[in-house]
């Protein structure tokens, strides 16, 4: 008969382990280990290598699911192929398809749809056929539940009957199909004289050790049970709470039981933190302690992570303070996290969202602005070298900034963008010493990149066409970028590609959608299942595992993070389509079960330790874990103290919440230099007198707004609208006589046709129509009846005045100069600006008493264009300077016309003078750049909130 050894917590599992092996001159090949999982099969090895100290011939060590799989391929001398879950979910699809009363209806009809219902149809499945619940039983659970979950029971039976019907026709296998045949097989044949070899040796003549167990399926009792009847078979169980119903499930009797020589009590610290980097933050302190003590961190070091939540973070601050030792990780990170799926959704996107040929710009520019796509190598002679990404990356920003001055929701073919002439002018704009460059070369290169990835995925054969497409775009970004430098992108692209691969060789693969939202929409359902290993030497340095992976093994110092209700146990009920007392009928396990196997490893782990520290999050969203109180009430206990508060430390963070004023920036020699050097504009100067950090990020560091945006640029249209119109009246009288109403739907929509092609969304489109009205209204009620009330010559349109007065550049852009009469007016146009923003109180203007700046001059912008035209063209004039608001809802003279000054000789000079004031006073190093006056009406809406922590400011009242 067998063996039954119940160890302590204190006890080495492997070392046990060791201690049951036969061995013949450091042979030990006739002994089979058999674990829950891998893991402990790894450190069983080492533990031996370091015993022996030479070469040796270890013993077979299985994870349950190896060996099963083993004694079905060499005992039952079986080889049909085990299917992957995704082949398992075709299969159902099929079969649902064809179902009557099929659960969901007519719902999950599509296979993107039918694919996460598919996989928790499949695990059901699984659990009820190695549980050895025959299909017939799912029809006659319990009499009292409801029709509904009764239909779909039966629904789901017959289901269970077709799919391992399916399966066999196919000669193809599953787990729990291995699993069942391999029970059968040892409940009928045993382990006969007759019994298939083994590793060329009968199964009998093995020393079998199995250990680390707990909980069993049906198939397992049976396996296990068999096994039990030879004699060479040891089972060694860790004693915890419920491993008496353990022995009995596989009606075993202790033979020994194994006390270590001095039990001791490992030390517990608790610790609350509000938040996961409080947690994360804490341990790496104490990690650093360790180490600052001469502590060795090795693989008696366990973090046990129930969420991969906190790996990352956790991979940032405490992993690299150990990276000369080394660390493993072997949890699971979801590929739908990672920046590569970011990339294919961006993509999938913008090509589901093409128009008759032509790609959303919003999307394209996302695209383009991606980070795996901006940083691809420039593909164009000599300069295909690593470090021309950065050509690319000015390419990418070239192309926003082209598009940010036009309508975003708008259609544009690929084409277009290649060929387009300002593109290219704006990039060597911003690149001017790449020599032998030229604009078809970056034609060329925009080319090769959309032929490689948009142009890619354009067209699918299939579901397997689609992976095959996939794999190469990733390797073409692999080849082609700076991706591949990202410490994590080899993982998370291997974890990609596996998955690609598995798509290529499923029964899905030659499954064909209609459009791409199909197969867009199934690749996403199908990542959702899907993650990636991090690579890592087992049995070298801290052990970074979930729960499950900590079987079998001991670790002398643990850390557990997050040990909150809700994770840790996790107390979702399971994913499954059978409801809970369905499964209790059934006598399936529970999530009650799933807390009692936590319980017990968790308990396993900590009293195996000698040192564990504990984390929980307390916050209004989570609450320490069932574990922890029990911790708390078993000190409570042993001390008598009611007062929880002292048995645990709070990770508490300084806070300061205090809203103070961004400081001012002061200005270096080199900032000085600069700025003596910088062209100034007028709406400079009114972004300076609003606030002068505000300025010193925009002109001085060249900080600009890159988010993208689809706010209509109505501003820049309608000037140039205006511009195309008026151009061929310049230097001719303008009279009612001259304008032609007809000509302006022709104008817009020949703009229209120009600028943003045929394919116009509705947005644009009702932008063009009223554009339309909206000029006819202009020159109807404005134009028209100014040209009848004077004489007027228009002079130029956007006339650019650069100037250098008192050694300082000066530099605009007039809409407008025309003469009424016998006055020369300056114009500039507003489509969103009302009066008040543009008003100037020459009175209340002291040029001594810097307060008094913006509350007398709003804006300098008429101002400073006059200074321009009088420098530029005529000192001795007196030009007037006007706002047309063409915004303003009544079409008439005296509504859309603002004049902010009068044309007063002494006014003018103040304004001159105020001008260079302020221009002295950015020049000037003794003066700092200062935030607003008025917070409460600057800050809010800024772009550079987030860099100056004034977020806080809402417009509302504050001290």
Known sequence: MSECIVIQPEHSLIQCCIEALTCHERDYSGNIVIFPGRRPGHFLRKEISELIRKPCIPPAVFSIDD????????????????????????????????????????????????????????????ELYIENIPPERLGIVEESIPELIERNLQSLSMLYSSFYDELKKRSLSSRSTRYRAVAEWLWQHGFSENSPPLRNRKLSDYRIIIAGFYAFTECEKKILKALSDISETIFIFTDGKGIEDSLKALDLEVTERKMPPHRHTPRISLYSSPDTHGEVLKTATILRELKQKGTTLSTDTLILLPSSDSLFPLLHNCLSLVREEGFNISMGYPLYRTPIYSFFTTLMDLVENTYRGGVYVRDYLKFILHPYVKNLFFN??????????????????????????????????????????????????????????????????LCWIHENTIQRFMYFKDIGDFARRAEELLLFIFHNSTASRHPYFHPFAEGFMRAFEELKQSLFSRFSFSDHAGYFNFFKSYIKNTSVAFEGTPVRGVQVLGLLETR?????????????????????????????????????????????????YFSLLIKGSSEAYIFSIDNSQMQRSRFVERFIWEKQKKEKNIDSTRYIDRVVYTLDLGTPRPEPVEKTEEVVFFLKDLSYTASGLDEYLSCGISFYYSYVLGLKDQRITEKINLGLITHELLNIYFRRYIERPLSEETFNLKDIEHLINDYFSKRYGSRLDGKTYLLKRQLITRLTELIQGYFIPLSKAHNIIIKSLETGVNIKLKGLNLKGRIDRIEQRDKDVFIIDYKTSYSENKLKINPDKLDLEDRASWKRAVNSVQIPFYLLLYRNRFNPEALPRGLYLLLGRTGIVKEKIEFEPLPADVAIYKLMDDFIFTVLNEITSPDVAFLPPEDMKKTCPGCIYQEVCGTKWVKGSDYS
């Open 67 to 126: 060996f099963v799989d083993t004694l079905y391929e060499e005992l039952l001398q079986r080889n049909e192929r085990k299917i992957s879950t995704i082949d398992a979910v075709y299969l159902l699809y099929e079969i649902h398809k064809s179902t009557p009363n099929r659960p969901g209806g007519e719902s999950f009809l599509k296979p993107e749809l039918f694919l996460p219902l598919g996989v928790k149809i499949y695990n059901d499945l699984e």
């Open 552 to 600: 079998g093994l001991n670790f002398r110092r643990v850390f557990a993070l997050d040990v909150n209700e809700g994770v840790f146990p996790n107390t979702r009920r399971e994913d499954s389509l059978l409801p809970q007392r369905v499964r209790e009928a059934l006598r399936l396990s529970t999530y009650r079960d799933r807390e009692r196997i936590i319980d017990y």
């Open 380 to 445: 164009s002679g000599e300069l295909h070298r690593p470090e021309s990404n950065e050509i690319t990356r000015i390419l990418a920003h070239s192309i926003k900034e082209f598009f940010d001055e036009r309508v975003l929701n708008l259609f544009v073919d690929l084409k277009e963008i290649e060929t387009t002439e300002e593109i290219f002018v704006r990039f060597f704009k911003h690149l001017l010493d790449v020599k032998g460059l030229e604009k078809e070369d970056l034609s060329r290169h």
